[in-house]
């Protein structure tokens, strides 16, 4: 089962910011935060990972709480092609175990 | 570079046939991970092999599915006496190296099965 809860759906509007929210506050020391998005009917996508401190790609941010418990996703100027589930995931050594994910809605 | 190439990318069978799915890491990966996507819900690990050596099959049904990853060519996934339920998208995932903590794994496009 999924270590991390995420809220269902979530709307934004277009060339706002996108903040995608994750719990994951049983992860432990080894585990690393992961972000993947799945376009409908395409592959799952990376889109960024970090341990503990903030991480920036030309995708996205991603905000790690001090105490590691929770996570936000930050897509920065978010576009019609953002539309998809988004998955956090936690995951030290072991293969990732995907949930249920947020499916984001960008709305012009 | 060439991401993780999947094929076919459709899949018809019938009952009681066999398909078999194939999955190209990317250039300088040799890690391989499969994962099943039934229709309306998530990705659900199925097994995660080397070359020549699976490391992790505690996802795989235990008949009628098998994997490999010889030491030449791609990995295959095999179903064999397909039945309506395993309709699903198959995706394939792969690494340079042994799943450990702050590696990244990176998906192709999927096959998607579809049984008649």
Redesign the interface.
């Known amino acids: 089962d999924a270590k991390t809860t995420q809220p269902p759906s979530m709307d934004c509007a277009e060339g706002r910011a996108a903040n995608l929210p994750c719990n994951h506050s049983t992860i432990s020391g080894n585990e690393y935060v992961y972000w993947y998005r799945q376009i409908h009917s395409q592959g799952p996508q990376y889109i960024i990972h970090g341990l503990k401190n903030n991480e920036t790609n030309e995708m996205a941010s991603l905000i790690i709480t001090e105490d590691r418990k929770s996570s936000t996703l930050i897509l920065p100027h978010a576009t019609l092609r953002d539309t998809a589930v988004y998955y956090c995931i936690s995951s030290g050594n072991t293969p990732l175990v995907f949930g249920k994910g947020t499916r984001l809605s960008v709305i012009a | 570079n060439a991401g ?1 190439m999947q094929n076919p990318r459709h899949l018809v069978r019938r009952r009681g046939q066999e398909a078999r799915l194939r999955c190209s890491p990317m250039k300088g990966h040799s890690h391989v ?1 499969w ?1 099943r996507q039934l229709p309306e819900e ?4 199925m097994v ?1 092999l080397q070359k020549e050596n699976i490391i ?1 099959e505690s996802g795989m049904p235990k008949e009628r599915f098998s994997a490999e990853f010889p030491k030449e060519g791609p990995s295959i996934l095999r179903i064999q006496q397909v039945v309506r339920g395993d309709s699903a998208a198959y ?1 394939c ?1 792969s690494s340079p190296n042994r ?4 590696n ?7 096959s998607w099965l579809t049984v008649v």
């Open positions: 993780v991970y994962y998530g990705l659900k690990f995660y992790d995706f995932a799943q450990t903590a702050g990244t794994i990176y998906f192709g496009e999927g």
